[in-house]
């Protein structure tokens, strides 16, 4: 089992950027493949960025990709989401994920491990 807290959270400018990090607990870090997905209000929860157990392999969801970058750090057990020229319909509320299976996920799945999720708000 593996426990997930997001941080890095906030409130920026359209066009600036912000770095969520998901920090993990547990000593098999490495043997979860990691996502990030995010749901605004009143919509379903949307997959943005996912990467391997190795981090040698990432996709995107074509809203964000060339903006967002998600990258990993086995060593210290995080996983990262660099956002830049951030757009207001990037708002929601951004969570990691960590699934067991070796391909990169497309999709939620309830049994996934989830983060709490934290807020991401982008004023026009």
């Known amino acids: 089992q593996v426990q997930l807290v997001e941080s890095g959270g906030g409130l920026v400018q359209a066009g600036g950027s912000l770095r969520l990090s998901c920090a993990a607990s547990g000593r098999t870090f490495s043997s979860y493949v990691m996502g990030w997905f995010r749901q605004a209000p009143g919509k379903e929860r949307d997959f943005v960025a996912a990467?391997?157990?190795?981090?040698?392999?990432?996709y995107y969801a074509d809203s964000v990709k060339s903006r967002f970058a998600i990258s990993r750090n086995n060593a210290k057990n995080t996983v990262y989401l660099q956002m830049n020229n951030l757009k207001p319909e990037d708002t929601a509320v951004y969570y990691c994920a960590a699934d067991s299976r070796a391909s990169l996920p497309r999709e939620p799945r309830e049994d996934f491990y989830w983060g709490q999720g934290i807020q991401v708000t982008v004023s026009s």
């Open positions: 990467i391997s157990r190795s981090g040698s392999s990432t």
